[in-house]
Nanobody, 126 residues
Framework: QVKLVESGGGLVQAGGSLRLSCAASGRTFSTYHMGWFRQAPGKEREFVSV????????KYAESVKGRFTISRDAAKNTVYLQMNSLKPEDTAVYYC???????????????????WGQGTQVTVSS
């Protein structure tokens, strides 16, 4: 089993920044791909970004490209999401997820991830 714990959410004004963290514990050797998803009220959970442990490759949703940056600290088993130029439409619960398969390409589907964190709320005020 893998346990994922997110932190770093909060309330920020539009144009501001936040950095989310996701710490993995347990069978961390199986966390080949680490991703971030988000879910706004009344909407489906959607892909935000993902990073591969094997080659560090990344993928972003078009809505966050150029504003968000995903990174990973292998020694700490932690993945980060730096969010800049935040917009009110970024308001959502942000979830960390891990995929046990190392196969590329990087995946963006909710059903393609094996473990999930409890989520952290990000609220962007206008």
């Amino acid at each position: 089993q893998v346990k994922l714990v997110e932190s770093g959410g909060g309330l920020v004004q539009a144009g501001g920044s936040l950095r989310l963290s996701c710490a993995a514990s347990g069978r961390t050797f199986s966390t080949y791909h680490m991703g971030w998803f988000r879910q706004a009220p009344g909407k489906e959970r959607e892909f935000v970004s993902v990073i591969s442990r094997s080659d560090g490759s990344t993928k972003y949703a078009e809505s966050v490209k150029g504003r968000f940056t995903i990174s990973r600290d292998a020694a700490k088993n932690t993945v980060y999401l730096q969010m800049n130029s935040l917009k009110p439409e970024d308001t959502a619960v942000y979830y960390c997820a891990s995929r046990a398969s190392p196969l590329l390409p990087l995946r963006i589907g909710v059903n393609e991830y094996d473990y999930w964190g409890q989520g952290t709320q990000v609220t962007v005020s206008s």
